[in-house]
């Protein structure tokens, strides 16, 4: 006799089971090579043929090929079996072969692990709102072909709402418990396990070099980069230059951070004399698969997971793969006095042999004018006076002299072409210069009060040294767009070889409410990233803490944790206790007070005195009691005994019991 787990599966359960492994699968297929979605819709189409037409299931010797091939095909597409990537595509097809195998309870429990487990492999790829919002629904999708598949009862609609409506009810049940757990279990600074190394495949930002048409192309990118919360009011536009990778060495085309043969420099960064206030804010920044951390200029603070560099410039210790939040308090405005010989020499570096127009300008620009402010204003009013154009889609420049190209010949470019004129200018005129790359604006949320920074704001300027004063930041592209420094690029108004246009403030009103339903959403998706993602162990002491539960142990955490889900459970089952009370079967609990108001009148009922001996008890005692007494039996017996007595009829009796007057 076959034991429970290997009875034969009924054939509604293997269909529903079928739909809920496509709703698993399906977002994995804009990622999934085409030959491995291929075979899991053959695997998983036999399997319906089975089910539908009575097909037979293959024999254990082709389900092994079948595997083979699988494996075979997941090895040849990726070139290996590891990784992320890999590893859910041989997850997949397995779990296609697996079906073919499918013909007991113990085979359907299994399967059913496989669709909960792919479920999981969703969030490498995305841990945003929706994609848990649909990853919930599959559960209660998959939970419900577990409930179909213990049920007695025939298919149909009723049946299927029934599933899922249980279904949703285990999952709201436990929403309590996985509240608690997510809330106090101990936190713990790093994974118990690591990511596959193609775990943060798909994550952009600045590069750590530049060179002409790299940052025009992120700045066609609406995805988020980072946001900033301000303690006080934010800077104003002017001063929103959120500084990243600062370039020294160029080869006349290519901006690094030093030369290839340099070492990295270990000198701390010099001192500054702050002018004004200070800004302190949080940045929540996104997975760029890089070092460094964006700041105003300049930071004074410095992050407990990262260093300063000698150009004040924040790095992180380690690649950021995941979103990070941290805190820094910069001053915008400030002077410095000192600067290196080392420095000066790499500030005026220039390559030989090209770009030799620029260079001469340059040189002729030092003949002309004494001081280096002046030099920097001449510079600035050329590109303000001269035809000079800012545009996403500028025309591609020489290898050799590109920066002679852009200066002389098309005049078109993005923000990189124009700090790096800028600096080649400056050093040939003997005026130390250097890039700086990273984000300028960003756009003011006004529903969460936070700064939203994203790709379409990279952005790359330029700093001089003036005796006096210390590096100075100057902006050569806000000399041909000004409005660049005030609004933020307006990716959907741009065409191939125009200006770029700008987001205007003022708006239309149906792209008003367009705008305000965009900045609510993102300000739902700041709060999950804040509160659900980035709840590490930081949020968690302090969320605690708010709660008057001053917890730092991990002893206290797991003894919080503890009396939480032990005071959860007997809440549990008390309710369910007190469920059950309530819900004693109806007919009964009116019959109970039917008995009750003939005791207050002296006629008890015994303890093995069936309703119709009692009825004629009744009868006998109090003769004009017996046409209800009569009726209400009679009714009761009826409703009793019935497999599933009606609504209806249960009103009758109540309507009895209640008019019943001894």
Sequence with gaps: MKTA??????????????AALLMVVLPHVPRLPLTVTALFLIFISWRYCVCAYAWPCPKKVIRILLAGVAIATVYTTYGNLMGRDPGIALLVTMLGVKLLEMDSHRDVYITVLIGYFLVITHFLYSQSILTALYMFTVVIVITGSLIDLNRQHQQGATVIGANLRLSASLLAQASPFMVVFFILFP??????????????????????????????????????????????????????????????????????????????????????????????????????????LYALDLPITVPEFSNIT??????????????????????PSYHMDDLSAAQRRRALQLPRGTNTKTAALGRAWRNEFEKDYVIVNQALAMYAMQPFIYTLTPPLLSMDNPTDMFLFETKKGFCEHYASSFTMLMRAAGVPARVVTGYQGGELNPVGNYLIVRQRDAHAWAEVWLEGRGWVRVDPTAAVAPERVEMSINNVAQREGDSVQFELPESAAVRAIVEQLRLSWDAVNNSWNQWILNYNQVQQRNFLAKLGLGIESWKGMVTALTISVTGLIMLVAGYILLQRFHAADPVTTLWLRYCRKLARRGINRRPAEGPRDFAHRVALLRPDLKPQSDLISDLYITLRYSPQPTENDVSVLRHRVREFRP
Excluded: C
């Design 5 to 18: 787990t290997e009875q034969p599966v009924p054939r509604h359960t293997v269909l529903w089971l079928l």
């Design 187 to 292: 936190r713990i600074g790093s994974p118990l396990w690591g990511l596959p190394s193609d775990a943060y495949g798909g994550t952009t930002g600045l590069g750590d070099s530049m060179s002409p048409g790299q940052i025009s192309q992120l700045s066609q990118s609406d995805r988020v980069a980072f946001r900033v919360k301000f303690d006080g009011p934010p800077p104003p536009p002017s001063q929103r230059y959120w500084r990243g990778p600062v370039f020294w060495h160029t080869d006349g085309r290519r901006w690094q951070p030093k030369h290839p043969r340099q070492r990295e420099s270990k000198r701390n960064p010099p001192p500054f004399t702050p002018i004004g206030d200070p800004v302190s804010y949080t940045v929540t920044l996104e997975a760029h698969k890089r070092r460094w």
């Design 310 to 331: 000698a150009d004040y410039q924040l790095h992180a210790i380690q690649d950021i793969k995941q979103r990070v939040r941290y805190q820094v308090v910069s001053h």
